[in-house]
């Protein structure tokens, strides 16, 4: 076999993948990570970045550890995403989504937000159709910014935030911008030795009255005993999933245990400094 006839199977053998169909590149797209979006998919041809563009694939947005060390190689080697160099990829996915995004999920070791207050600004600003915001135990923001925020998000169910201090006012005001929230993380941030402080139910009785609806609920470092984990299981029926982390005035006495055994909840309790669930 000459060289003409490998070179004409070879030929054969190579899909042309950027005549693919509209269709077919799209739902790819859909399963490809943000910054290899940005980066490289875009700079294949022309077709290709139309369909990249198309705002239908950044409903659902997750920045995982490969986005994280793509990312950062690319700041290094001082590669801009697209004409608008845009400098933060969390800002650059919402801006790309056009008020579609639905789900903005981000792995808990990662941080990538110099700006926390910034970004939930933009996406409160453009994406009111936002169902999931999950962002991980480093990004860390003010409890008003959050407040200003979910009031733009009236469709929210997810709002994992736990690293994040809350308090009755937060909790209460979020309740009500968010009537289907299902899934709340959240954490105390007690900065100095929890023995000095007493036992303090406000918070748990503040997702009694205005987070009834919750399936999953995450609570760090709070001040709550036996009798605020009990009001929270009484008041939530339809509660399936409940991570408390170094809340030490927690004794899991008997009525608690009972209660617990009772309603079949999955339960976690952590002690350790690390709120990485």
Known sequence: ????????????????????????????????????????????????????????????????????????????????????????????????????????????????????????????????????????????????????????FPLLEVLDCVNTKFTEVGIESIGRSCPNLKHFGFRNNLLIQYSQYKFNNSLALSVTKHMRGLHILKIGEDMMDDDGLLAILNACSHLQLLIVRNCFHLKFGKNLENKLIEIKLKYYNVLDYDFDS
């Open 1 to 152: 076999m000459d060289g003409h006839t490998n070179n004409f199977l070879l030929a054969k053998a190579v899909r042309d993948w950027a005549g693919l169909p509209w269709n077919i590149l799209l739902e790819i797209f859909i399963r490809v990570g943000a910054v290899c979006l940005f980066a490289s998919v875009r700079s294949v041809c022309r077709e290709w970045q139309r369909v990249a563009n198309e705002p239908r694939i950044w409903k659902r947005v997750c920045i995982n550890h490969t986005d994280l060390l793509l990312y950062k190689g690319l700041v290094r080697t001082k590669i801009h995403f697209g004409t608008s160099n845009v400098e933060m990829l969390e800002l650059a996915v919402v801006d790309r989504s056009k008020g579609r995004l639905e789900e903005f999920i981000c792995e808990s070791s990662i941080y990538l937000f110099p700006s926390p207050r910034r970004l939930l600004q933009r996406i409160a600003e453009r994406c009111f159709h936002l169902k999931v915001l999950n962002l991980g135990h480093r990004f860390s923001a003010d409890e008003r910014d959050f407040i200003e925020a979910c009031k733009y």
